[in-house]
């Protein structure tokens, strides 16, 4: 099974800033989509950002590109998520998730695709105002 192991979340102030990390095991996919979706109470899943493991191309939500930037080391199936500039909107348990099967498929397609696949326990993010 695949498996997670998260961390970054917290409570900070508007305008700050937290680093999400998040290590994946237990698949064989060739090809893969990780990053992570979130949700706030009440509302729908939406998708924040995802790497392809491919050819490393990235995407990102509008509502958070330009203040939002996931690296990833490869090798080591891990992936990070350096939030900046948070709004207190950007407030929502984080889910990391990965997709497999990938090939053929944007990055900005394969983040919609996140719910689809696997994902972790979460981890809270808060942002007060």
């Known amino acids: 099974e695949v498996q997670f192991v998260e961390s970054g979340g917290g409570l900070v102030q508007a305008g700050g800033s937290l680093r999400l990390s998040c290590s994946a095991s237990?698949?064989?996919?060739?090809?893969?989509?990780i990053g992570w979706f979130r949700q706030a109470p009440g509302k729908e899943r939406e998708g924040v950002s995802c790497?392809?493991?491919?050819?490393?191309?990235?995407a990102y939500a509008d509502s958070v590109r330009g203040r939002f930037t996931i690296s990833s080391d490869t090798a080591a199936n891990t992936v990070f998520l350096h939030m900046d500039a948070l709004k207190p909107e950007d407030t929502a348990f984080y889910y990391c998730a990965l997709v497999g099967d990938t090939v053929g498929i944007t990055a900005a397609q394969a983040m919609l695709l996140l719910r689809l696949g696997y994902w972790g326990q979460g981890t809270q993010v808060t942002v007060s105002s």
């Open positions: 237990g698949f064989t996919f060739q090809d893969y989509a």
């Open positions: 790497i392809l493991s491919s050819d490393g191309t990235i």
